[in-house]
């Protein structure tokens, strides 16, 4: 059922094509969002988990471990309602509308691992992406393994400036994190590590 | 745990396999029986893990421009439009691009603000002493009721009486703060006089309450008071100044 329609689309979203993935966005976002809404999230909520859905799908196109046995759409709506149930599961908010889930063959117990086991990864880039300019480019450059004086000499900073940057970014970063309820729950319900 | 830069740089250099072979030996030896040092070391392995993926990460931030940029088109597509009327159309349709700037600007401030009011605001802890007039059987159930952030019978209570001391007043400033009554705790915040020994965490506080209010501008004069004064509070004041001034 892999459409070249859905080919076209997966292909948009690996090569990070604007045009196909907006008009993906902009198609099947109110779908989900009337999901969400239905079953005790908000408009952020929907957001999240729409853009959280498609990275997943991303990174699963980078690795080839994409396996589609539906088309895309339906495939796509497995991942997002798998997602929110997780949420939901999560922060004890679980009342689903929806009686049986129709997606059981389409998204594997892989899937609903992968699914588990990004959500950590997502808080991450969530409060990371919020950082100041500054900020996210000396982590960026100390998460691709550069040393202090390689950040100093990229950034033109003095190395104790980029130091203390350093550590004043991150600590403010991990405590973001901390203090995002969403990673509170996962520490307390933790995700099995794969 | 404490957060320190020497930590960190450990913590970096165990990840990166750039420490020293002693020192790897050491810093094993400490983590084999310190679950804090464990946990902290593992959150920084996720980080880096995670936050090295650069794709990902630019992935994410085209999709929330498009999000973005979707969410412009439908607000204006709102706007009025009809034929005979279009300068005034057009010009609302200005208004609107106008206001939507400034609203935008306004919401990621207001955004980055109350994230910093979020990660920096802890209730003033209850304290073991009770000082002055709140011995009573009244003053104890207040105390409990504050512990437990049963914060709207705190105020309830409090509010009726008219000299409460300092540690009362921070109790009421946190309770209004909790349950949204800003303004009420900037009186009693500003009421706390330079003489006591709660006058720095009232400073704190006040300028915690301004975060929330939105006025940043207001927290900065307070937070470098705090840092002159050089108490309990310096450490704190200090970063989250540092963290105002990067919004900017």
């Given at each position: 059922?892999?459409?070249?329609?859905?080919?076209?689309?997966?292909?948009?979203?690996?090569?990070?094509?604007?045009?196909?993935?907006?008009?993906?966005?902009?198609?099947?976002?109110?779908?989900?969002?009337?999901?969400?809404?239905?079953?005790?999230?908000?408009?952020?909520?929907?957001?999240?988990?729409?853009?959280?859905?498609?990275?997943?799908?991303?990174?699963?196109?980078?690795?080839?471990?994409?396996?589609?046995?539906?088309?895309l759409?339906?495939?796509?709506?497995?991942?997002?309602?798998?997602?929110?149930?997780?949420?939901?599961?999560?922060?004890?908010k679980?009342?689903?509308?929806?009686?049986?889930?129709?997606?059981a063959?389409?998204?594997?117990?892989?899937?609903?691992?992968?699914?588990?086991?990004?959500?950590?990864?997502?808080?991450?880039?969530?409060?990371?992406?919020?950082?100041?300019?500054?900020?996210?480019?000396v982590?960026?450059?100390?998460f691709?393994?550069?040393?202090?004086?390689?950040?100093?000499?990229?950034?033109?900073?003095?190395?104790?400036?980029?130091?203390?940057?350093?550590?004043?970014?991150?600590?403010?970063?991990?405590?973001?994190?901390?203090?995002?309820?969403?990673?509170?729950?996962?520490?307390?319900?933790?995700?099995?590590?794969? | 745990?404490?957060?320190?830069?020497?930590?960190?740089?450990?913590?970096?250099?165990?990840?990166?396999?750039?420490?020293?072979?002693?020192?790897?030996?050491?810093?094993?030896?400490?983590?084999?029986?310190?679950?804090?040092?464990?946990?902290?070391?593992?959150?920084?392995?996720?980080?880096?893990?995670?936050?090295?993926?650069?794709?990902?990460?630019?992935?994410?931030?085209?999709?929330?421009?498009i999000?973005?940029?979707?969410?412009?088109?439908?607000?204006?597509?709102?706007?009025?439009?009809?034929?005979?009327?279009w300068?005034?159309?057009?010009?609302?349709?200005?208004?609107?691009?106008?206001?939507?700037?400034?609203?935008?600007?306004?919401?990621?401030?207001?955004?980055?603000?109350?994230?910093?009011?979020?990660?920096?605001?802890?209730?003033?802890?209850?304290?073991?002493?009770?000082?002055?007039?709140?011995?009573?059987?009244?003053?104890?159930?207040?105390v409990?009721?504050?512990?437990?952030?049963?914060?709207?019978?705190?105020?309830?209570v409090?509010?009726?009486?008219?000299?409460?001391?300092?540690?009362?007043?921070?109790?009421l400033?946190?309770?209004?703060?909790?349950?949204?009554?800003?303004?009420?705790?900037?009186?009693?915040?500003?009421?706390?006089?330079?003489?006591?020994?709660?006058y720095?965490?009232?400073?704190?506080?006040?300028?915690?309450?301004?975060?929330?209010?939105?006025?940043?501008?207001?927290?900065?004069?307070?937070?470098?008071?705090?840092?002159?004064?050089?108490?309990?509070y310096?450490?704190?004041?200090?970063?989250?100044?540092?963290?105002?001034?990067?919004?900017?």
């Amino acid at each position: 059922m892999n459409t070249t329609e859905d080919h076209k689309i997966l292909e948009g979203i690996v090569t990070g094509n604007e045009v196909v993935i907006t008009t993906f966005y902009r198609k099947n976002l109110p779908y989900i969002r009337q999901y969400i809404l239905q079953n005790s999230g908000n408009e952020e909520d929907a957001e999240d988990v729409f853009q959280d859905a498609l990275i997943l799908v991303y990174q699963k196109l980078k690795t080839d471990s994409l396996e589609l046995h539906s088309s895309l759409r339906t495939y796509f709506y497995g991942i997002c309602k798998n997602m929110w149930r997780n949420r939901l599961r999560k922060n004890k908010k679980m009342i689903i509308t929806e009686k049986l889930p129709e997606d059981a063959e389409i998204i594997t117990p892989t899937v609903i691992q992968d699914i588990e086991y990004k959500e950590r990864e997502h808080i991450y880039r969530r409060h990371f992406l919020k950082l100041s300019d500054t900020c996210r480019e000396v982590l960026s450059l100390l998460f691709q393994g550069n040393s202090m004086k390689d950040i100093a000499h990229i950034t033109g900073y003095s190395e104790g400036y980029t130091r203390k940057k350093k550590f004043e970014c991150k600590r403010y970063l991990i405590e973001m994190i901390e203090k995002d309820h969403a990673f509170q729950e996962l520490q307390l319900n933790p995700e099995k590590e794969l | 745990m404490e957060r320190t830069p020497e930590i960190f740089d450990k913590i970096e250099g165990y990840l990166a396999h750039t420490l020293p072979e002693e020192e790897i030996i050491a810093f094993e030896k400490e983590l084999a029986t310190n679950p804090e040092l464990q946990q902290e070391v593992e959150k920084h392995r996720v980080l880096h893990k995670t936050l090295s993926d650069q794709d990902t990460l630019d992935f994410k931030e085209k999709l929330m421009q498009i999000s973005t940029t979707i969410k412009e088109e439908q607000n204006n597509l709102s706007a009025p439009t009809s034929a005979p009327y279009w300068k005034i159309a057009a010009s609302i349709a200005i208004l609107l691009g106008v206001g939507m700037l400034l609203w935008y600007t306004y919401i990621n401030q207001h955004n980055n603000t109350q994230d910093l009011y979020g990660a920096y605001y802890e209730p003033f802890p209850v304290e073991d002493a009770m000082r002055g007039n709140t011995n009573s059987e009244e003053m104890q159930s207040v105390v409990k009721n504050y512990a437990k952030g049963a914060y709207d019978s705190v105020a309830v209570v409090l509010e009726k009486h008219p000299n409460l001391n300092n540690q009362l007043q921070l109790y009421l400033g946190n309770s209004y703060l909790n349950i949204d009554q800003e303004e009420k705790a900037v009186s009693l915040f500003k009421d706390i006089k330079s003489s006591g020994k709660y006058y720095e965490v009232a400073k704190w506080y006040l300028s915690l309450t301004y975060l929330k209010l939105n006025t940043p501008k207001k927290s900065i004069p307070l937070l470098k008071e705090i840092i002159t004064y050089n108490g309990a509070y310096k450490d704190k004041a200090t970063r989250l100044l540092n963290a105002l001034e990067k919004n900017k």
